[in-house]
């Protein structure tokens, strides 16, 4: 044993076939019991680490947000979300989600708040909206449940809005964020995916006013996120150079930036 033990530990060319089994033998069940022991220990070490307010725990965390500064860097104008032939669009659409859509809402009293970086508010209507360049886009909708639909919509480019409207203060800012008029639903958004010309604040789905269900009268289509960030029916905006609060983000610990 005690032999068994000096060769183990010991370089020796010297060693009969048997005692090569028994050296090698022993250093795989070393090492494995070694490395099960460190990967039990730190699993146990990262399930007792604090978790934050979405649940999760906070290396898992900084890992995330590591993920998140590479594919921000990563997203740029260069970088299109693919187009499709307007012929292609689903119609009807699919209609998912109706946070923030169940309360009571006259459209002839709708406006969009924005709430500007000194505290004064621009009140917007429909009419304003559609006096701007109108653009459109026929991409695929990806919702982060697992389905996908090629869809067409029409508004403005939100950056246009934004130029237009003066909102330069804003726009050097770091995060946008959007609510229904009844605040239950809320989404927080980084200002380069806002910015992003293929990001609209959009009033018409298949060339027709948006349905009810879709965010009448005005809601974002942000085509580099997945659909939970395309708010319908926008109340108010507001900007931060903090994170903006996000409905799914805060409640069950989705990715805030939920990029593709
Ligand atoms: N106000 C509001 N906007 C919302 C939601 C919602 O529940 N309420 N759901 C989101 C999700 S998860 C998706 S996939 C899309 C669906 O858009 P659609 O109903 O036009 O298909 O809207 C997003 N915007
Ligand atoms: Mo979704």
Redesign the pocket.
């Known amino acids: 044993m005690a032999n068994l033990f000096k060769n183990i530990f010991t370089k020796n060319n010297k060693l009969d076939t048997n005692q090569l089994i028994a050296k090698k033998t022993f250093l795989s069940f070393f090492f494995f019991f070694v490395f099960a022991g460190a990967a039990f220990w730190g699993w146990k070490w990262l399930r007792s680490q604090p978790s934050d307010s979405g649940k999760t725990s906070a290396p898992i965390r900084k890992v995330l947000d590591a993920n998140e500064k590479v594919f921000d860097g990563l997203l740029s104008d260069k970088h299109l979300t693919k187009e499709y032939p307007k012929s292609l669009a689903a119609n009807p659409?699919?209609?998912?989600?109706?946070?923030?859509?169940k309360s009571a809402f006259d459209p002839n009293t709708w406006v969009m708040n924005v709430i500007k970086a000194k505290g004064d508010t621009l009140k917007i209507t429909l009419d304003d909206i559609k006096k701007l360049p109108k653009t459109e886009i026929t991409f695929n909708?990806?919702?982060?449940?697992g389905?996908s639909?090629i869809?067409n919509w029409g508004g403005v480019r939100f950056s246009e809005f934004m130029i237009k409207y003066g909102l330069s203060e804003e726009a050097a800012m770091k995060y946008l964020g959007l609510s229904?008029p009844d605040k239950?639903?809320y989404?927080g958004i980084d200002m380069p995916s806002a910015m992003h010309p293929q990001t609209l604040l959009c009033y018409e789905?298949n060339g027709q006013p948006?349905p009810m269900?879709?965010?009448y009268p005005l809601?974002?289509i942000i085509p580099v996120k997945?659909?939970?960030?395309?708010?319908?029916?926008i109340g108010d905006m507001y900007f931060s150079n903090e994170r903006t609060p996000d409905?799914?983000a805060d409640k069950k610990g989705y990715d805030y930036f939920s990029g593709l």
């Open positions: 659409a699919r209609a998912n989600g109706n946070l923030g859509l909708f990806k919702c982060i449940e389905w639909q869809t229904t239950e639903y989404v789905l948006l269900n879709q965010g809601r974002l997945y659909g939970v960030k395309s708010i319908k029916r409905y799914w």
